[in-house]
């Protein structure tokens, strides 16, 4: 596995290394080790799977409040998605900058998400499967969110919106 930091303190690519033969490839996805070597959090409680049936399908943003707070590693085993993520962290030096990337099934890579992040991501192809490793588990009453369209971020979502959520629809903007 390569890792790139990426703009945001914290944040990383990961890129897989296939070994190919005429069978086709095998990769390490995670190694604890190496994560903990590198000074990453390496202690995944659960996994996640999000199937996108549409292109253009829009998930997020979302994060949980402290202490609950979510490191996450996001990869793309179906289809494409436009993977952004959002600095949360108020003594963070880039506090409410974003990122995006492009992950898909056939790039072999992952986005490395540290807590203290919103996330979100928009479907690029019909069918799309995300998968999630997840360090913290899912508390209802710490679930944030800030709205995909809010101003004060300007991202650049490369489709139109197809479908949200309601939940999605309804996060507040941040205040400037």
Not at 29 to 50: A, I, M, P, W, Y
Not at 51 to 80: D, M, S, W
Not at 145 to 173: C, F, H, T
Request: proline share 5%; with cysteine.
């Amino acid at each position: 596995m390569l890792f790139e930091e990426m703009s945001l303190a914290g944040a990383y690519i990961i890129t897989l290394q296939p070994k190919e033969d005429e069978r086709g490839f095998f990769a390490r996805s995670f190694c604890k080790q190496l994560f903990s070597e590198k000074g990453l959090h390496s202690d995944f409680v659960q996994c996640n799977v999000s199937y996108n049936h549409k292109k253009g399908t829009l998930r997020g943003l979302h994060y949980q409040q402290a202490p609950f707070g979510e490191v996450k590693i996001v990869t793309c085993h179906r289809g494409a998605i436009y993977d952004v993520i959002v600095d949360m962290r108020i003594d963070s030096p880039t506090y409410r900058k974003w990122i995006g990337v492009e992950l898909t099934s056939h790039n072999h890579q992952s986005l490395y998400i540290p807590e203290g992040f919103a996330h979100g991501f928009q479907t690029l192809a019909d069918e799309t499967e995300v998968f999630y490793h997840m360090g913290n588990y899912y508390h209802p009453h710490a679930a944030q969110g800030i709205r995909w369209d809010d101003p004060a971020l300007a991202i650049n979502w490369p489709e139109e919106v197809q479908m949200m959520s309601q939940a999605d629809k309804q996060y507040p903007l941040l205040t400037l």
